[in-house]
């Protein structure tokens, strides 16, 4: 049983079945004013803002459902708030939303929203959305006969464009002074089911005329050869967006922090405080909230794919091929996301409604070839790989040795789940795919600017702590004793020499162990560790003179073999454990996920320097 | 005849008559709420090439649903005139 939320005084529910238009009017309602309460361990979002118009009456937006008779995990959490909500003193109103474009799925449950308020004593209004799309296409809809039939007042209203709000100002502001309850009818969940049917069989639109623009545009989007290419694009562009669109924003964030580093650091004394604020403190701080721009960028861009209906298109196109995997289409864009970075890749898994997949999803996305991994793959690719081409320059070796890292990383995130999926207990029943496909339409701009800020504070907010504590941890191990004279005498050092006989077997001395186990901090930071333990200052902006001291060491192919496979599987990045521990609501999954990569990831590189030594490397 | 719902194919029309045993009742119930009741019509909008999921329209909501499940709904298909 998860803890309910404590209602403010004088509070208003909104429910609803998914899609109905109702967080939509929870903006209206609240003017876009409003805060997300967020339950540990599973994604459920209960919203609440002040009512516009209602001086002290607070509105709280609850999950969709279809039913109160639940199917998941989610679901179940959502009727439990639901039922707790309803017997709490300070609940004044439940407002329960259906789609009138689609009455028969929004109207089971309001009958049994309308039941419990019954019950429970508390007043109810049923709020006919949508109701401006029934009158652009001349349908006219009963909503008096209606509201005699459902026993329950019901106002046409409309989200999108604000029609009908007046009137439900009155009716809320009537209701919350004198309060008329629906009556204490116990009909079971059988009885209404059918009730539902037929109320739909008499009030819903007639003939298919509300979806004869959706079965064009379908028509297209998943048609076997168009509807490919549009999803190929679809996806490129997503992609490139994560890519290029941040790109700016990130770098203003980084010479920002530089900026201020450079300004701030001088005036600290003494060097000890120096030291930490130029190394743990901005690089800490710049080491997460670089990533900012990024899970802004893709948080806006999912948003508009969710809001237009395109997204549930996506799922349909991808989850024959996922499903072999133990995942589903929805799984595809957390997974695409992962390949620019995991951190976007964990957030995007919110919208898997299955636990066990979104679970699955959590596994595949670390493994996804993320844009970290890329200095580490061409430091190495550059050291050990010759720069030749074959097939008369064709096939350059080098980017050949790219592009297989990054395909076998993707592989073994498959693998992984396609295993897991496989062996690992099943603790509740998967969900059948089924889903409902939203009409096409036009996003709205505003409340997706404000998710996708919301999703950014909750990054900075849950996962910066996290991360600057662990960044501090890693700089006093590197610069004690000796106040970071010399890292291979610090502790962090130390401990290198310590862990220098888990290295050996893969042909690695306690220099690469000590910048092996820096770049927990994140992937990147391994390119830099090994240009000091060299004594080469800068080694991320210019690898070159590293790249020729690797080469000169007696470092052979199949060490750089082992380290690349051992990079392409390691959970070696503590942003995405502390966002995985977070969105999770686990910390243990993290720790577990951290030490079953990293002992996978030492297991296969050894399997990869054993191989390449027999065949001579 | 009763067929699956799975084998209609686009632009199939249909009656639902039933489901199968093997459904979960968890799962009967949630498609009835959703409209798939016995006697309702259905119909196969679009059928994605490689085994996607197909798209079917019930009472006026558009759904996608899978061959795990739409192979256990029953259907009495309704030829065109």
Redesign the interface.
């Known amino acids: 049983m998860t803890d309910s939320v404590r209602l403010s005084p004088h509070s208003a529910l909104l429910i609803g079945s998914p899609n109905c238009g109702k967080t939509l009017l929870f903006n209206r309602l609240t003017g876009l004013q409003h805060r997300v309460a967020n339950f540990p361990g599973i994604t459920v979002e209960i919203a609440s803002g002040k009512l516009s118009g209602h001086t002290g009456v607070t509105l709280y937006d609850y999950p969709g459902t279809y039913s109160l008779q639940a199917i998941s995990g989610e679901e179940r959490v959502a009727v439990e708030q639901f039922e707790a909500a309803l017997e709490d003193p300070e609940l004044g109103i439940v407002l329960c939303v259906i789609d009138v474009t689609r009455l028969e799925k929004s109207l089971y449950f309001a009958l049994q929203v309308i039941r419990e308020c019954g019950r429970a004593g508390k007043p109810v209004l049923i709020l006919a959305n949508m109701i401006d799309v029934l009158e652009d296409h001349h349908i006219s809809m009963d909503l008096e006969a209606l509201s005699r039939d459902m026993g329950a007042t019901v106002l046409g209203i409309s989200a999108r464009t604000g029609r009908g709000l007046d009137h439900l100002d009155d009716a809320i502001r009537q209701q919350l002074s004198t309060p008329q309850c629906p009556s204490d009818h116990q009909e079971p969940d059988i009885l209404l089911r059918g009730n539902a049917h037929q109320l739909a069989r008499n009030y819903g639109p007639k003939g298919d005329v509300l979806l004869r623009t959706q079965n064009r545009m379908d028509a297209f989007f998943l048609h076997t050869g168009f509807g490919g290419i549009a999803f190929f694009v679809i996806m490129y562009l997503l992609f490139q967006s994560i890519f290029t669109w941040s790109a700016p924003a990130m770098d203003a964030v980084e010479s920002g922090l530089g900026w201020l580093s450079d300004l701030v650091v001088p005036m600290l004394a003494p060097k000890l405080v120096q030291d930490f604020a130029a190394d743990a403190l901005f690089s800490g701080i710049g080491a997460f909230l670089v990533f900012v721009p990024q899970i802004f960028v893709l948080t806006f861009v999912i948003g508009l794919l969710e809001d237009s209906g395109y997204m549930a298109r996506a799922a349909l196109i991808c989850h024959r091929p996922l499903r072999f995997f133990g995942l589903t289409g929805k799984s595809f864009i957390p997974m695409l996301s992962g390949v620019a970075c995991a951190i976007p890749g964990i957030y995007a898994a919110r919208s898997i409604d299955s636990p066990r997949r979104r679970f699955l999803t959590y596994m595949a996305v670390p493994l996804m070839p993320c844009s970290a991994r890329l200095p580490v793959y061409t430091l190495l690719i550059a050291a050990f790989i010759p720069g030749t081409t074959a097939l008369g320059g064709l096939v350059g070796y080098q980017g050949l040795a790219m592009f297989l890292v990054y395909i076998f990383g993707m592989v073994c995130g498959l693998l992984v789940t396609a295993m897991v999926s496989r062996f690992s207990a099943q603790q509740e029943p998967d969900l059948p795919f089924v889903l409902e496909m939203p009409a096409y339409r036009l996003p709205t701009l505003v409340p997706l600017l404000r998710k996708s800020w919301r999703r950014c504070q909750h990054f900075i907010t849950k996962a910066g702590g996290i991360i600057i504590a662990v960044t501090a941890v890693i700089w006093v191990l590197g610069y004690f004793p000796n106040y970071g004279a010399d890292l291979g005498a610090s502790w962090l050092g130390q401990i290198g020499h310590l862990v220098e006989p888990v290295f050996a077997p893969l042909g690695l001395d306690w220099r690469y162990g000590v910048a092996v186990m820096s770049s927990f901090l994140a992937r990147e930071v391994f390119v830099g560790t090994l240009g000091v333990m060299f004594g080469i200052e800068g080694a991320e902006e210019n690898m070159v003179p590293l790249v020729a001291q690797i080469q000169n060491s007696d470092l052979g192919l199949a060490s750089g073999v082992a380290l690349l496979v051992f990079f392409a599987v390691a959970l070696m990045c503590v942003s995405t454990l502390a966002v995985l521990s977070k969105e999770a609501g686990s910390n243990r999954l993290a720790i577990r996920m951290f030490l079953a990569y990293s002992g996978m990831a030492y297991v296969l590189a050894l399997i990869a320097y054993q191989v390449v030594t027999f065949l001579g490397g | 005849m009763t067929v699956s719902l799975w084998t209609l194919t686009r632009g199939q029309c249909g009656a639902i008559d039933g489901f199968d045993e093997a459904l979960?009742d968890?799962?009967r119930?949630?498609?009835?709420?959703?409209?798939f009741?016995p006697g309702?019509q259905v119909s196969c909008?679009?059928a994605?090439?490689?085994?996607?999921?197909k798209?079917y329209?019930v009472?006026?909501?558009?759904?996608?649903?899978?061959d795990?499940?739409a192979a256990h709904v029953r259907v009495r298909p309704q030829t065109h005139d």
Do not use: K
């Open positions: 979960q968890e799962y119930i949630r498609l009835m709420e959703l409209g009741h309702e909008l679009q994605p090439a490689l085994g996607a999921p798209v329209r009472a006026n909501t558009v759904f996608s649903l899978d795990q499940i």
